[in-house]
């Protein structure tokens, strides 16, 4: 039978591996820089820990996993288990029996767990980073995979603002490092909900956000026809355009919702916390926001996500390169009772994510990773046998001991064989130790690149190989 992998997942080259580690690392330096400390949590957690934080549909995509040993069970029971597996699949909140346990959905909810658990030990406010994989039953299709990788940013124990800007900090710095040109949108949940209290309806936040969530994608003539098929008057779907129509620089966007929602105790609070905020940001800005020079952070109150648990600042990146067709390459906000979930209330929190493999996919299509990743072995030695094999293995210690990343080929095979291993693994330097390098104490240094090949001492070898 043909091998194959699951759907939904992938393998990872060499070359690609060096390409996720260099996300990684250079994610990990920001991180530390301000501050957060790395955590990891298990891969699977008890299913009741992740069912009913991430709403319905979230639910249907936990990958739940089957307990131990079931396949001992007697064949009489073979009825009564399938019944009860099929009761868990349509009730995601039903008692577990043939499953109590479950891939990692994300790493929000463990991290909430993990603070609980943990809370005694923990110094509050408490900075950490987590990057590792999460499983979703999710339909794959570009940019979104079964198995991927996440990478969280959070803090808890505080309800400063700083936090969020900090947060804003670590973005913009991370996407210059990595060359990627975004958008770093910003609203506030508590916006959206003075929105809903303007049309006169605000038990229908949640229709009205979801609506204007796609204003992007189907305009604002599609958005009023969803708006009115979700039970919203005229007048509210006019509030709305007003509000959608404002322009202008953030400062000028806020200005005209203060105006618009004045009477709205909850659009105010929103709106100073969005003004505080960027006013934090100001002061700690790491440096030009795009790498076109243009501020990359944008007040967009059509912006809504993860209203299950978001209460305060939203925010999401989007790619703001043409050339690419691609979604959120991460997003987070304020959470004000998070923990409350698993019995520790009022602990506030504020966190982000980065799609890891959407960032990856977008700077596969911008070319912008560096090209010396994809490098790994600098150099190969030939392994001409006897004598000369001894006489390789002391160049290897030697060019490993300068720290230059080398290679022997372990058999003594024949001369093309190995200069084909070399161009095939496209392996900058080949050395070649004969007969006659090994008398003189020399080696001959073959550059792949430009063809040019030149006998020298070791020493001069490795001095060419660290340039």
Not at 248 to 277: C, F, P, W
Not at 310 to 329: F, N, R
Not at 354 to 363: A, E, T
Request: charge should be negative; charged fraction near 25%.
């Amino acid at each position: 039978m043909k091998p194959s992998i699951p759907q939904g997942t992938r393998d990872f080259s060499p070359a690609e591996v060096r390409r996720r580690q260099y996300i990684f690392n250079t994610l990990r330096i920001i991180f530390e820089l301000y501050g957060f400390q790395p955590l990891e949590t298990p891969s699977m957690e008890n299913l009741t820990t992740l069912t009913g934080k991430y709403g319905e549909e979230g639910d249907r995509l936990i990958f739940k996993i089957l307990n131990n040993g079931l396949h001992e069970k007697k064949d009489a029971d073979k009825d009564k288990l399938n019944s009860e597996w099929n009761n868990i699949l349509s009730k995601p909140y039903s008692t577990p029996v043939v499953t109590e346990r479950a891939l990692r959905y994300d790493l929000t909810i463990p991290f909430a767990r993990y603070v609980v658990m943990h809370q005694n030990e923990l110094a509050f406010p408490f900075r950490r980073y987590q990057m590792q994989p999460v499983w979703r039953a999710d339909r794959p299709q570009k940019g979104r995979y079964r198995e991927f990788w996440q990478c969280d940013v959070d803090m808890v124990g505080s309800t400063s603002l700083i936090n969020e800007a900090e947060l804003l900090c670590i973005y913009q710095s991370a996407f210059q490092k990595l060359k990627v040109p975004v958008t770093i949108k910003v609203n506030s949940r508590k916006l959206l909900a003075a929105l809903a209290e303007l049309c006169g309806m605000p038990e229908k936040m949640v229709d009205i956000t979801i609506a204007m969530d796609k204003l992007d994608k189907i305009g604002w003539v599609g958005v009023a026809n969803e708006l009115k098929e979700r039970g919203i008057s005229d007048d509210g779907i006019w509030q709305i355009e007003r509000v959608i129509n404002v322009k202008g620089t953030n400062q000028e966007k806020l200005v005209a919702y203060s105006d618009i929602m004045q009477h709205s105790a909850v659009g105010m609070e929103g709106i100073n916390e969005l003004s505080k905020t960027l006013a934090y940001f100001g002061n700690l800005e790491p440096g030009i926001g795009n790498l076109d020079g243009k501020s990359n952070i944008v007040v967009d109150i059509s912006l809504a996500r993860g209203l299950n648990y978001y209460t305060g600042v939203i925010v999401e990146v989007v790619c703001s390169s043409e050339a690419v067709k691609m979604g959120s390459i991460g997003g987070g906000g304020r959470y004000d009772d998070l923990t409350g979930l698993f019995g520790l209330k009022g602990l506030s929190g504020v966190g982000v994510s980065f799609g890891i493999d959407r960032i990856y996919d977008v700077m596969e299509e911008l070319n912008v990773f560096p090209e010396q990743l994809v490098e790994g072995t600098k150099a190969i030695i030939l392994n001409f046998g006897g004598d000369n094999e001894t006489y390789a293995l002391q160049i290897l210690q030697q060019l490993r001991a300068a720290n230059i990343a080398a290679e022997i080929y372990p058999d003594a095979a024949k001369f093309d064989k190995q200069m084909k291993y070399a161009n095939k693994r496209g392996i900058a330097y080949v050395l070649l130790p004969g007969d006659e390098e090994r008398e003189k104490n020399m080696v001959s240094v073959k550059n792949f690149v430009t063809g040019e090949q030149k006998m020298v001492p070791v020493e001069e070898a490795i001095t060419l190989l660290r340039v």
